[in-house]
């Protein structure tokens, strides 16, 4: 194959825990009878709340075919090129096994906002019934995902940027600019199995921002920003893909990369358009030639909607929910394709690369 797939997972294969019927139909066209791939294909979802083995043995369940870990990136999974960070303490804000999670990437040092609401409970309004203790210096804050408690996540995450890493001091003057904040997933909505979408990630991050601002005065920095539309997220993705197929000894070069469900994001980042390019993430330059965005009918886009899919001539009227730090051009809010569902997407691709398995 001359070419590989980047799929997107919610709403395009999954509604939360309840498979899209089209997505087993495709994944059965793109493995032999021994369940290897036919292609390379890599899973890139904004989800940070598990492990990636973890994720791959949800897919496989849901799927039917066998999905190595090595095909899953999280929105979390470029972390692992940040080790300048990895043998710091980092403040870990999210769901999910968030130590396994960090130790995973490879920090040596993870605390969580549990802890340091243990360690420090005169910082929670709500519960005062601890005692003080002491936290380790030197912290940086790592976001993973929305956490359960907004308010008490908010507040500690504030006290940490406020004091220089030392919550429990009075805010500082001196503290601008403030200590390395990474983010990942910046969707500020996603589909599951309610009818209307839900809150995302970047939701919360819309509330951290203005209350940072709001106390400050001065806009809160990101040192890095990751996940989809994040042009680090698809220069990640593409080297797992050129991984498959050196594994696979597969000699032709990968050329084209289809993103079926990742519609108009892979436009914005690989257009160069998407912050996080400043960091030497020791990856190879982008190899393939095409990254085509098909999108799908089966998540947050509703064909029924008026003005469903932005034009360039509309996009001025339409709101932008990309993050604040995201630049955007109108040229670059149209999709390549437009199918029902993934396992139309699958038979475009394969009709449009003369495929035949």
Sequence with gaps: PSFGFLFDIDGVLVRGRTPIPAARA??????????????????VTNAGNCLRQKKAEQLSHLLGVPISQDQVMMSHSPLRMFKRYHKKCVLVSGQGPLLD?????????????????EKRPLL???????????????????LFGEPVRWETSLQLIIDVLLTSGYPGNPYGQESYPHIPVLACNMDLMW???AQSPRFGHGTFMVCLENIYKKITGRDLKYEALMGKPSRL??????????????????????????APGLGWDTELALAGTAPGLGWDTGLA???????RSVLVCTGVYDPQSEGAVPSRDSVAENVFHGH???????????????????????????QLENFAP
């Design 233 to 258: 997220t698809y220069q990640y993705a593409e080297h797992l893909i050129r991984a498959q197929a050196l594994q696979r000894s597969w000699e032709q070069p990968i050329q084209t990369l289809y």
């Design 285 to 291: 330059p982008a190899a393939a030639a095409h990254c």
């Design 101 to 117: 999670i960090a130790r995973d990437l490879g920090f040596c040092q993870p605390i969580t906002i549990d802890t340091l609401r």
């Design 324 to 350: 604040r730090d995201f630049s955007f051009d109108p040229a670059l809010v149209e999709p390549d394709h437009i199918v029902p569902d993934v396992d139309a997407a699958v038979d475009l691709v394969f």
């Design 26 to 43: 495709a994944f059965g066209k793109l493995v032999n009878p021994q369940g290897q791939f036919l292609v390379p294909v890599v899973f």
């Design 124 to 142: 929670d309004a709500v519960d005062h019934d601890r005692k003080p203790n002491v936290l380790v210096s030197e912290i940086s804050v790592v």
């Design 191 to 193: 589909v599951a199995e």
